[in-house]
Nanobody, 123 residues
């Protein structure tokens, strides 16, 4: 069983930056991990993902060039560095994980989910 704890959300202005963190209990070795987000009244959507060894990553078109995913397995933690934030980035951000050697991209690919952290970007 894996437990995921997100942190780093908050209220910022457009153009600001935030870094989200997600720490996995029990270790993160061989865990493919990702970030999804859900805006009010909308479905949860893919944001970014990274393979177990950090060798591959992917981003939604809406965040490419602004967000960067990374991992520090010594700390069992992944990060989402979010720059040039826009009001449309406002959402609850969820961390997800699964045991996999490949890059999980779909909501249904993930077995474990965090509780979410709110990111609000004001204009």
């Amino acid at each position: 069983q894996v437990q995921l704890i997100e942190s780093g959300g908050g209220l910022v202005q457009a153009g600001d930056s935030l870094r989200l963190s997600c720490t996995a209990s029990g270790g993160s070795d061989q865990l493919g991990m990702g970030w999804f987000r859900q805006a009010p009244g909308e479905a949860r959507v893919f944001v970014s993902a990274i393979t177990w060894n950090g060798g591959d990553s992917a981003y939604a078109d809406s965040v490419k060039g602004r967000f960067t995913i990374s991992r520090d397995d010594a700390k069992n933690t992944i990060y989402l560095q979010m720059n040039s934030l826009k009001p449309e980035d406002t959402a609850v951000y969820y961390c997800a994980a699964r045991w996999a050697l490949w890059l999980p991209l779909r909501d249904m690919d993930y077995a474990y989910w965090g509780q979410g952290t709110q990111v609000t970007v004001s204009s």
